[in-house]
Every structure is written in C-alpha cells, then in structure tokens.
C-alpha cells in the first residue's frame, strides 16, 4: 500500500496527471468550438437553401400564372429532405398544391405527434428529428388576383449525424492522444526524475552507513540543470558537515590534551603527598601550591569553554550603544588593573546598534591577547572609527606579531603557535570566541601587521 502511494505521489504520476487533464481540457474547449462552428455553418447553409428555394418558386409565379411544373423538372431540391407545400388563395378559398413528392406524407407524420418548437423556425418531433421551415406569401393587392403562400420544411438530420460524426471523431482522436501521450509523458517524466531518484538512493545509504557519514559525495549527473544544481549544493552541505564534524573531532580532541596535562600534575602532586607527606612534610607546600595553579588552569579552560559553547548558541539582542563611552570606559578600566600603558584613539560620539556586553567582551579578550604577547613597556593602542555603513574598532600592540600563513589559522579552536606554546600561558580559545561574538553581531575581524612590529586586530561591525 505504501509503494503504491509512493508511486501515485511521484512528479512522474503528477505530471502524467496534469497533461491528461491538460488534454481532456482543451478537447473539451476545442471540440465545442468546433461543432459550434460547424453547426452554425450548416445550419446558415441550409437556412440559404431553403430561401433559395422560396426565391426560386416566386420567379416561377409569372402573370398571375404559375410555372411551377418547369421549376419543378428544373430544381436541385433533395425531395428525402426537403418539403415543398404552395398554397393559393383566390376569393376567400384557399387551395393547397402539394409540390413536393413526399411533403403529404412528411406533414402527416408531423401532424400525428408533438412538436416543440426550438427557435422561432426551429422544431423538433420525436420521430422526425430536428427541421427548418420557412413560409413566405406573395400577396395580391387585386381581390381578383391569387394570393401565394410557400412553406418550405428541411430536415437537419444531416446536421446532426455530421455533428455527431464529428464528436467521434475528435473523441477517437483525443483518447488516442490521451492513451499515447499519457504514455509518452509517463516514460520522459520517468527520465527526468531518475537522477532525484539515485540522488535519493545515494543519500539513504549514506544515512543508513552511520560510520562514513560526509565522507560520500553525491554522483552529480549533467541534466537536469536544476538537478545538477542541487547535487552540487547537497555535495557541498556535506562537506560543510564533514568539516564541522572534522572540526568538532579536533576540538574534542584538544579539550582532552588540554584538561589532561592539569589532571595529570595534580594527580602526580596527590600521589606524592600520599606516599611522602608524613615522612616528609616540606613537600605539602609546595605540592599544594602546584595543585592551587593546576586547578585554576583547569577552571580557566572550562570557562572558556563554557563561553565558547554559549556564544554558539547565543542570539544577540541590539540596541543603539554609545561605543565611544563603552571602549574609553573599557580600556581604562583594563589599563588601570593590568597596570598596563593603553593609548586610546576614540572618535566621539560612535553610536550603533550593538549587543553592549558582547562588544565589551571582544575588547577585553583583545587588549587581554595584547597583553600576554607585548612587552610590557610597549603600549597598547587602541582606536575607534566610523563612517556611514561600519564601525572600526582596532586594538594595536607591539609584540612579536603574526605570520602571514598563520593570520587565519589563530582564530581556531585550541590553536596556537608552536614559538609561544611553551613559554606564554593560554589555552587558545579567547581569539576563538572574539571570532564568535564577531560573527554574531553580524561583523568581521581580522589581523594586520603592525609597524615596525606587532600586531593590528581589526574589528568591522556595521552601523
């Protein structure tokens, strides 16, 4: 039951569907133009005919007398068809002239059943069918003179079976195209959906294989372009996702070597205060100091970690901020607790809608960085500028710098160069999570070289 809804709900069923209703929609327009147009056409014909006959039979009434048996020999008139009854009227009498050869027999048969009339010279009779009539006079302003009526009636049964032959006809056509058609539409639609149907395929064993999840890509065919078009983006989702995953795997993997080196001393600590504390207690101190400074690297590294995890997750909120008051208050807040020389270049009166709290923490973790890579007589700059779409903030330093193939490459997770890994403290997070907030607040950072030396951090944030 599923595969046969599966099937019915297929754009190749769906398209099927449409072009049969598409089909029988226009021969259902297209057949009632056409036997409209036909029917009126035959029927102005035989409308014609009958006239003409009227015409016809008048010339033939010449000086009060008539010549209707020459007319007769001489007329084209379809006697099966075509009824011809000629009254005169000449002293109050009125005498009925049966031209026609089988007219008695047709106005009998009329006579004998109901009529209804259709138009004003249409009517129909059961057992006759659908007929014209026409009657005109030819009126003597002489009472001594004969006055002349005609009546013509034609039968349209010959309309009708040409309108009924045409009705088949188009039937036949339609349902032979609705047969072939809904065939050749079936087959093409199968054709062009067989790409989403291996993309599917594809895509279910890649869910199903759990252990080589992104390391698959998606065979790309070369038509449909829009098929085309989504492998390529789905393809590119995955690599999106192997990386994400690549990188969480590393991130993981830092978490541990960094969270085991500490775990590691205390342990080391602890164990040498068991085994030697009471023999020796001069080693208490010092293991207790040793274990004081583990335990607080330790706790620097989860909440760092913790701030990484929740800037992923955080929506900020903006609302316009005075940044000239919240980076002057910042950097002087920071210079006077660092004991540090900063020099601030603050355009005034920089406002902007921004998440006030973030911005104060981008610049802390900045100056912070600043700090630990710069001597400590150097002197911190830090500048703030705008024009009319962004705000630049800008923290300078004057310390050992970055290498070109490594400005990209600090702004990772637990990443950090092997020059200073040993001898400045630090856990590579704090560039990751200035990066973070950036890209929260809907900005960019970047770093430049500072002269003669160090290190520019600049920081875009829209207006």
């Known amino acids: 039951m599923a595969m046969k809804k599966s099937i019915f709900n297929s754009s190749a069923a769906k398209i099927t569907k449409v072009y049969a209703l598409l089909l029988l929609g226009i021969t259902v327009i297209l057949s009632s133009v056409i036997i409209s147009v036909v029917g009126m056409k035959q029927f102005q014909v035989q409308r014609h005919d009958a006239l003409g ?3 016809g039979l008048k010339r033939s009434f010449i000086a009060n007398r008539n010549d209707w048996y020459w007319w007769r020999l001489g007329s084209w008139m379809d006697t099966d068809t075509t009824f011809v009854r000629i009254s005169v009227a000449q002293r109050g009498k009125r005498q009925h002239y049966l031209y026609s050869p089988n007219a008695k027999a047709f106005l009998a048969a009329k006579d004998r059943q109901a009529v209804t009339q259709l138009t004003a010279n249409t009517r129909y009779a059961a057992k006759i069918g659908l007929f014209y009539h ?9 009472k001594t003179d004969p006055s002349v009526r005609y009546d013509i009636w034609v039968k349209l049964n010959g309309l ?10 188009i039937l036949l056509i339609a349902l032979a195209f609705l047969i072939i058609g809904t065939w050749f539409i079936y087959l093409l639609a199968r054709k062009l959906n067989q790409p ?5 395929g594809t895509t279910k064993v890649i869910n199903e294989d759990i252990s080589n999840n992104y390391e698959r890509q998606l065979p790309v065919p070369d038509s449909p372009q829009e098929v085309h078009d989504l492998t390529v983006a789905f393809n590119q989702l995955l690599q999106s996702l192997r990386d994400q995953e690549q990188a969480d795997r590393r991130f993981v993997s830092n978490a541990s070597h960094e969270l085991k080196t500490p775990i590691a001393t205390i342990r080391g600590y602890v164990s040498l205060v068991d085994r030697r504390g009471t023999a020796h207690p001069e080693v208490i101190p010092t293991a207790l100091k040793y274990i004081d400074q583990e335990s607080e690297r330790m706790q620097r590294l989860v909440e760092s970690l913790l701030k990484l995890s929740r800037a992923n997750q955080l929506e900020l909120k903006t609302t316009a901020v005075d940044l000239s008051v919240v980076v002057q208050a910042t950097a002087t807040h920071y210079g006077e607790s660092m004991a540090r020389a900063i020099v601030t270049q603050i355009q005034p009166q920089v406002t902007a ?3 006030q709290d973030s911005v104060e923490q981008i610049l802390v973790s900045l100056l912070n960085n600043a700090q630990k890579y710069s001597p400590a007589e150097a002197p911190i700059v830090v500048s703030l500028t705008t024009n009319d779409q962004a705000v630049t903030l800008a ?8 290498p070109d193939e490594q400005k990209k490459l600090i702004f990772g997770r637990f990443y950090r160069a092997s020059s200073v890994r040993n001898s400045i403290a630090g856990n590579g997070l704090g560039l990751a ?4 907030l950036v890209t929260l607040s809907h900005g960019q950072i970047e770093v430049r070289d500072n002269q003669p030396q160090g290190s520019i951090f600049v920081v875009t944030l829209p207006r």
């Open 160 to 169: 009708m079976a040409l309108l009924w032959l045409l009705i088949r006809l």
């Open 433 to 436: 999570i200035v990066q973070q």
């Open 353 to 355: 809608q921004a998440h």
């Open 196 to 200: 989403l149907v291996e993309l599917t």
């Open 395 to 402: 923290v300078a330093d004057q310390g050992m710098g970055v």
């Open 134 to 142: 026409v009657r005109a006079s030819d009126l003597s302003t002489n």
């Open 53 to 55: 006959i009227v015409r």
